[in-house]
C-alpha cells in the first residue's frame, strides 16, 4: 500500500514538473508557429496588401492611421541591440538611453519600443537562432550583408524598397542623413528589391599603427616613417628589454599582432598593394574584407614572417581567439612596443582603456603615439578608409508586422538631434563644455554609463561622432575620449585619414557564389595568414601558396569569377566603374 | 494450425503484458515520463532530418521546403567534394581512434590500481582528485593549458627555458597538439570513467580472491584471475558504446583547444558544421553531414555488438 502511495506521488510529482516544462516551451514556441506558416503567404502578399494603404498614406496623409507622423492606435515594434557584456556596463535593454528613446518614440509617433538583447560577438548565429524562431526583432542589425542576402534568398527579410519610396515625406531624417547613397547602397540593379540600408559612418578613419612614445624617447629613436625604420626601431626595442623592462625583459613583444594577421597589419599590407590598383581589381578581390588576394598581401606577409623568425612578433599570438583580453593586457601592463588596430584603440573604452591603464601600471610618461611607418611603392602611405557605408546593415525579417512604425523609428533615430543627445548624455554626467560647440566626454557612472562608446549601439544609422554642425564634431572629436590627451587623439585622426583613400559603392547584384562562404573562407584564410607567419623563412612560400591555392578551390576564385563576370556585365570591359 | 498458433502466442503475449501491467502498473507510470521526454525530445525532432535532403529556408515549415536537386542527394554530393569535410572526417577518426586506444584502457587500469589500495582515506582521497576535472568546462581546460603550455607565456615552457631547453609547442605544432589533444582528454575523463569499473568490481565475489590466496596467487594473478574477468562484461558494454562514438566526439572538447595553426589534425565534424552550418548559413548541407555521421555511429554500435555476441559476450541487447 505504502509503495503504491509514493509511487503515485512521485509519478504525479514527476508529470506536474514536465508539464511545467512542456507548458513553457509550448509557450515560447507558440509565437513562432503561426510566424514559420505564414511566412510564405506572407512574403509574397505582405507588399502588395501594404501598398495599396501606402499608397493612399501617400495621397492623403490623414487616412485614419496616421495622424501627423503619430499612429492613432499604439504599435509595438521590437529592436535589436547588441549586449556587449562589458565591466560596469547596465542593461543594454532598460537603462536611461533606452528610456529616452522609449519615451521620444511614444512622444513623438505613438509607437513603443522594446529592446532585444543580442550577444555582439555572436550576433550573427543569434540572429540566426531568431529569424528561424519567429521571433526576430522587427529591426534587425548585423554588420554581414551576405547573412542579410542569404535570409533574404529563404524569404525571411522584408523589400524596404516600397516603404522607402511611399513613406518618403515621413521620414525626411533618414534621407537627410544616409542620403539617397547609402538608403539605396544595396538595391538591386535588377529589381530595385532593397533587403537592407546601410548604417552610416561618421568617421571613416580606420586603421592607425602606434608605438610607445616613452620608448622611443628612452632609446633616443625617432618615430619611424618607412618600414626599414620601423624594423629597426623593432630591433631596438628587443635588443634593449632589459634597458626598457628591467626584470620583465623577457615579457618583451616590439610587435604584436593576433590571429587575425589580415586585420591587424592591414596598414602594413595595404602598404605592400599596388596604390595605382583598379577599381575593378580592387573589387573582383574584395569579397575578403582582409584583402587576402589583393595583389601584395603575400610581400606584406613575408616580411611578418621575417620578422617572427627574427624574435619581433609575439610568439604566441594564434592561441587566442577572438575577443581574448590577453594582448590587450599586454599593452596596458606596459609588455608590447608596437601595434596595429583601430585608430582610436589605446583611447577606447575610459578609464579601462589601454591608454589609461598603462599610466597606471607603468608611470605618466607611458603613452601609445600613432605613427605612420608603411610607406607604399609610390612612397606614399595610402590607407584604405571605409566609404561612408560599410558599418552596419538594418533589414526587417518577414515576420515584422510593423515596418512602417519601424521606418519611423529608423528615422527617430536618424534625428541630428536625438543622436547628439544619445552620442553626448547629459552635460556634467557624461561630458563637460570645453567651450561652445566643443564637448569633452568624462567617465560616467552607474546608469549613465554608455556600453559603446558615443551609444553607436543605439544610434544605429550613424556610426561614429556627428554633432549638429560639422564644426563642432571635428573639434569634440579630440574630446571625445575620457581620460586620454586630445592632442594624442587628434594626431591619430589625421594619420589614419593621410593618404586615405576611400571604397567606392560597387552594386551589380548579388554574388551567387558568396552565399554562405563567408565564415569558411574567412577561417581559411586566418589559417594561412598564421601557418604562413610562423612558418621558418624557407618555407614560407610553399605553406602560402599551398593555403592559398586552397582558399580558391574552395570557393575563392569563384567568387572572383562571378564578380569578374558581373561587373563587365554590368560597367563592360572597363577598369573603372563610370 | 500455424495460424491459431500465431493466434496462441497473440493471446499469450497480450496476456502477459495485461499480467505485467496490473502487476507493476507503478513502474510503468514511472517509466511513461521519460519515455515521453525522449519523444519529444529526442524522436519528434528527427522529422528534421529532411532539411538534408531540402533546400533550406528559415521561414518555411520542414514539409513545405522544395527537395535538393539529384533526387534529394544534392547536399550529400555537396559534402564529399567538400575537401574540408573529408578532412574533418580523417581528423575526426584519427582522433577519436586515438582517444579509444590511449583513453579507453586507462580508467581500467586506473580502477585496478585503486582497488588494491589498502588505506581506504587515501584511496578516497585520490578517487575524488581523479574526478574533479570531470567538472571542468573545456574552455577553462584550454584557459589552464595556456597557462601551462603556450610557448612564451606557458608555466612548463618558461621551467624549461630557464634550464635552457627550447620551448616544446604543445599547442602550435599539429604533432604535439594531437597529444595535448589525447592527454587532456584522458587527465579530464579517466577518474569519472573509472567510477563504472569501480562498482563493477566491488560486486565481484570476495570469496574467489580469498580461494586464489589460498591456492598461492600473487596480487597480479588474482587481478588477471578475477578482477579482470569480472569486470569483462562492464568493459565489453563500454567499448561498444565508445565504438558506437567513433565519429561522434563531442563539440566545445575540440572546439575549445583548437587554434589557427594546427587545424589541418584539429578541424573535425563537429567544428565543421558548427562553422559551415550555423555560421555560414549552409544548414541543409551540415545536416546531410551530420545524418551520414549518426549512421556511421550507428553501423558501428551494430557491428561492435555483433562482434561481441559472436565472442560469447551479451553485448548491449
Redesign the interface.
Known amino acids: 500500500m505504502k509503495?503504491?502511495i509514493i509511487?503515485?506521488v512521485?509519478?504525479s510529482c514527476?508529470?506536474m514538473s514536465?508539464m511545467a516544462c512542456?507548458g513553457k516551451t509550448e509557450e515560447a514556441a507558440a509565437p513562432a508557429e503561426p510566424?514559420?506558416?505564414e511566412?510564405?503567404p506572407a512574403?509574397e502578399a505582405a507588399p502588395a496588401e501594404e501598398a495599396a494603404p501606402a499608397e493612399e498614406a501617400a495621397v492623403d496623409p490623414s487616412n485614419g492611421e496616421i495622424v501627423d507622423g503619430k499612429f492613432v492606435e499604439t504599435r509595438k515594434i521590437t529592436v535589436e541591440i547588441y549586449d556587449r557584456g562589458n565591466d560596469g556596463g547596465s542593461d543594454p535593454t532598460n537603462n536611461m538611453y533606452t528610456e529616452y528613446i522609449k519615451k521620444g518614440m511614444l512622444e513623438d509617433h505613438n509607437v513603443e519600443v522594446e529592446f532585444v538583447a543580442v550577444p555582439r560577438w555572436t550576433e550573427?548565429?543569434q540572429i540566426?537562432n531568431l529569424?528561424?524562431a519567429?521571433d526576430a526583432p522587427d529591426i534587425c542589425l548585423t554588420y554581414d550583408y551576405p547573412?542579410i542576402q542569404?535570409?533574404a534568398n529563404?524569404?525571411?527579410v522584408l523589400d524596404m524598397s516600397t516603404y522607402l519610396a511611399d513613406y518618403k515625406d515621413m521620414l525626411p531624417n533618414l534621407f537627410n542623413w544616409l542620403g539617397d547613397t547609402n538608403i539605396y547602397w544595396n538595391r538591386d540593379p535588377q529589381n530595385g528589391t532593397v533587403w537592407a540600408i546601410e548604417g552610416k559612418r561618421a568617421v571613416t578613419a580606420r586603421i592607425n599603427t602606434f608605438v610607445r612614445q616613452d620608448w622611443l624617447d628612452q632609446l633616443g629613436l625617432q618615430a619611424p616613417t618607412t618600414k626599414a625604420e620601423f624594423e629597426a626601431m623593432l630591433v631596438a626595442f628587443r635588443d634593449n628589454a632589459d634597458t626598457l623592462l628591467g626584470a620583465d625583459a623577457?615579457?618583451m613583444v616590439p610587435y604584436s599582432i593576433s590571429?587575425d594577421v589580415g586585420w591587424r597589419a592591414a596598414t602594413l599590407i595595404e602598404s605592400f598593394m599596388d596604390p595605382a590598383i583598379s577599381g575593378r581589381e580592387y573589387y573582383v578581390n574584395g569579397f575578403d574584407d582582409r584583402k587576402f588576394t589583393e595583389n601584395g598581401t603575400k610581400e606584406a606577409v613575408r616580411l611578418i614572417n621575417k620578422w617572427y623568425n627574427d624574435g619581433l612578433i609575439?610568439?604566441?599570438f594564434?592561441?587566442?581567439?577572438s575577443g581574448d583580453a590577453t594582448e590587450d593586457d599586454m599593452m596596458k601592463a606596459g609588455y608590447v612596443g608596437a601595434f596595429t588596430h583601430n585608430w582610436d584603440y589605446p583611447w577606447r573604452n575610459g578609464t579601462d582603456s589601454i591608454a589609461a591603464n598603462l599610466v597606471r601600471m607603468v608611470g605618466p610618461d607611458a603613452k601609445f603615439v600613432a605613427i605612420d611607418p608603411f610607406e607604399d611603392s609610390k612612397g606614399t602611405h595610402t590607407k584604405f578608409i571605409t566609404s561612408s557605408a560599410g558599418d552596419r546593415k538594418i533589414f526587417f525579417p518577414?515576420?515584422n508586422e510593423e515596418p512602417v512604425a519601424c521606418m519611423l523609428y529608423l528615422d527617430w533615430i536618424s534625428d541630428p538631434e536625438h543622436i547628439q543627445y544619445l552620442q553626448l548624455g547629459d552635460e556634467g554626467v557624461t561630458h563637460t563644455v570645453v567651450e561652445e560647440g566643443v564637448y569633452a566626454s568624462m567617465a560616467a557612472e552607474g546608469e549613465a554609463i554608455m556600453n559603446s562608446g558615443q551609444n553607436i549601439d543605439y544610434t544605429i544609422t550613424c556610426n561614429g561622432l556627428n554633432l549638429a554642425t560639422p564644426e563642432s564634431t571635428l573639434k569634440s572629436l579630440a574630446y571625445s575620449y575620457a581620460e586620454a590627451d586630445p592632442a594624442d587623439v587628434a594626431n591619430a585622426y589625421e594619420i589614419a585619414m593621410t593618404d586615405s583613400r576611400a571604397e567606392r559603392n560597387v552594386n551589380v547584384g548579388a554574388i551567387t557564389a558568396e552565399?554562405?562562404?563567408?565564415?569558411?573562407l574567412s577561417?581559411k584564410r586566418?589559417?594561412v595568414?598564421?601557418?604562413a607567419v610562423?612558418a621558418s623563412v624557407d618555407e614560407f612560400d610553399s605553406i602560402w601558396d599551398a593555403g592559398y591555392e586552397?582558399y580558391l578551390?574552395?570557393g575563392g576564385q569563384a567568387i572572383i569569377d562571378e564578380r569578374t563576370e558581373k561587373w563587365i556585365a554590368t560597367f563592360g570591359d572597363v577598369a573603372e566603374q563610370p | 494450425m500455424k495460424a491459431s498458433k500465431t493466434n496462441i502466442v497473440a493471446v499469450q503475449k497480450k496476456k502477459s503484458f495485461g499480467v505485467y501491467m496490473k502487476r507493476y502498473w507503478?513502474?510503468y507510470?514511472?517509466l511513461?515520463?521519460p519515455l515521453?521526454?525522449l519523444l519529444?525530445f529526442k524522436y519528434i525532432p528527427m522529422v528534421y532530418i529532411q532539411i538534408a535532403f531540402k533546400d533550406?529556408?528559415?521561414?518555411?515549415?520542414v514539409w513545405?521546403m522544395p527537395w535538393a536537386d539529384n533526387n534529394g542527394f544534392e547536399y550529400f554530393i555537396k559534402a564529399f567534394k567538400?575537401?574540408?569535410f573529408l578532412f574533418a572526417l580523417r581528423n575526426t577518426l584519427f582522433l577519436n581512434l586515438l582517444d579509444l586506444f590511449i583513453g579507453f584502457p586507462i580508467p581500467i587500469i586506473f580502477a585496478l590500481i585503486l582497488n588494491e589500495l589498502v588505506f581506504k582515506n587515501f584511496k578516497r582521497v585520490v578517487q575524488t582528485i581523479a574526478y574533479m576535472p570531470h567538472f571542468l568546462s573545456w574552455v577553462i581546460i584550454y584557459g589552464l593549458a595556456?597557462q601551462l603550455f603556450?610557448?612564451?607565456?606557458g608555466l612548463i615552457n618558461m621551467l624549461l627555458?630557464n634550464m635552457g631547453f627550447e620551448s616544446i609547442p604543445f599547442?602550435?605544432e599539429s604533432g604535439h597538439w594531437v597529444a595535448t589533444y589525447i592527454f587532456l582528454g584522458v587527465w579530464q575523463s579517466f577518474g569519472w570513467n573509472s567510477i563504472v569499473y569501480l562498482a563493477a568490481i566491488a560486486g565481484i565475489n570476495p570469496e574467489l580472491y580469498e580461494a586464489a590466496s589460498v591456492d598461492g596467487a600473487g596480487r597480479f594473478r588474482k587481478m588477471w584471475h578475477i578482477t579482470l574477468p569480472g569486470i569483462r562484461s562492464t568493459i565489453v558494454v563500454l567499448l561498444i558504446m565508445s565504438l558506437g562514438n567513433i565519429l561522434g566526439s563531442g563539440f566545445d572538447r575540440p572546439f575549445a583547444l583548437q587554434?589557427?595553426?594546427v587545424?589541418d589534425v584539429a578541424n573535425v565534424i563537429s567544428t565543421f558544421v558548427y562553422?559551415?552550418g550555423?555560421?555560414?548559413?549552409?544548414f541543409s548541407l551540415t545536416t546531410a553531414v551530420g545524418f551520414f555521421q549518426s549512421i556511421i555511429c550507428v553501423f558501428f554500435l551494430l557491428l561492435a555488438n555483433w562482434i561481441s555476441r559472436r565472442l560469447g559476450e551479451r553485448g548491449i541487447w
Open positions: 509503495k503504491r509511487a503515485l512521485l509519478a514527476m508529470t514536465l512542456g510566424a514559420t506558416e511566412a510564405a512574403e550573427v548565429e540566426n529569424l528561424a519567429g547573412t542569404t535570409y529563404m524569404g525571411g623577457d615579457k590571429y609575439w610568439k604566441d594564434a592561441l587566442y581567439g518577414s515576420t552565399e554562405g562562404m563567408g565564415p569558411a577561417e586566418d589559417i595568414f598564421d601557418t610562423v586552397d578551390s574552395s | 507503478q513502474l507510470v514511472l511513461a515520463l515521453v521526454y519529444i533550406y529556408s528559415i521561414v518555411q515549415s513545405e567538400n575537401r574540408d595556456l603556450a610557448p612564451t607565456n627555458n599547442l602550435n587554434n589557427k595553426l587545424m562553422k559551415n550555423i555560421k555560414g548559413l549552409q
